[in-house]
């Protein structure tokens, strides 16, 4: 099985900051990778699928990029209303639809 | 507007069933594979079971084969999830998903989930 491995955990930044976000497969997904936010106590929410198409009404400092193996959400400047976990998904086969464990933003 | 509302949450004894519901409207049902999220408490997501648009095709994470069972009624516009034998670590808020599709190869897959709903919480203990 293809596993999904995020980086950092978590993380502390400022507003207006630069973040980013790795996510790692163990194999190849071509660029079958979506991104999620979840704010505290809320229903994840979809931003970002095929690893760099941004989902409606998603505010633009958001993107992603990467293919194959490594991939990237990035945040171009931090906002408060950003305070979430974030989690990466790949979707490459029927065999299972595989989340990353997940990394923790707050406002430092 | 797409919604999708589940049901069927509580608390359940080790070894006990439950079956979730999953409402939806907003959308046409019949078209769409749908699918079961889990997230215990404090932890990640974790998908568990999709179901195809015609129940045609089911798949299972392996933490969950062989006790819990997927179905849709699409004249009913709902999803169900009927989990048997359960374990404490199956103790988590379970969320319904559509799923969006994608093809290559001459096969289609489920992909990401563009709507999900506000979950029920089961759990077990004795």
């Known amino acids: 099985d293809i596993q999904m491995t995020q980086s950092p955990s978590s993380l502390s930044a400022s507003v207006g900051d630069r973040v980013t976000i790795t996510c790692r497969a163990s194999q190849g997904i071509s660029n079958y990778l979506a991104w999620y936010q979840q704010k505290p106590g809320k229903v994840p929410k979809l931003l970002i699928y095929a690893a760099s198409t941004l989902q409606s009404g998603v505010p633009s400092r958001f993107s992603g990029s990467g293919s194959g193996t490594d991939f990237t959400l990035t945040i171009s400047s931090l906002q408060p209303e950003d305070v979430a976990t974030y989690y990466c998904?790949?979707?490459?086969?029927?065999?299972?639809?595989?989340f990353g464990g997940g990394t923790k933003v707050e406002i430092k | 507007e797409v919604q999708l509302v589940e049901s069927g949450g509580g608390l359940v004894k080790p070894g006990g069933s439950l079956r979730l519901s999953c409402a939806a409207s907003g959308f046409t049902f019949s078209s769409y594979s749908m699918n079961w999220v889990r997230q215990a408490p404090g932890k990640g997501l974790e998908w568990v079971s999709s179901?195809?648009?015609?129940?045609?095709?089911?798949y299972y994470a392996d933490s969950v084969k062989g006790r819990f069972t997927i179905s849709r009624d699409n004249a009913k516009n709902s999803l169900y999830l009927q989990m048997n034998s359960l374990r404490a670590e199956d103790t988590a808020v379970y969320y319904c998903a559509r799923a969006r599709r994608y093809c290559s190869g001459g096969s289609c897959y489920d992909s990401y989930f563009d709507y999900w709903g506000q979950g029920t919480l089961v759990t077990v203990s004795s």
């Open positions: 998904q790949k979707y490459n086969s029927a065999s299972g639809l595989t």
């Open positions: 179901i195809s648009s015609s129940s045609s095709y089911i």
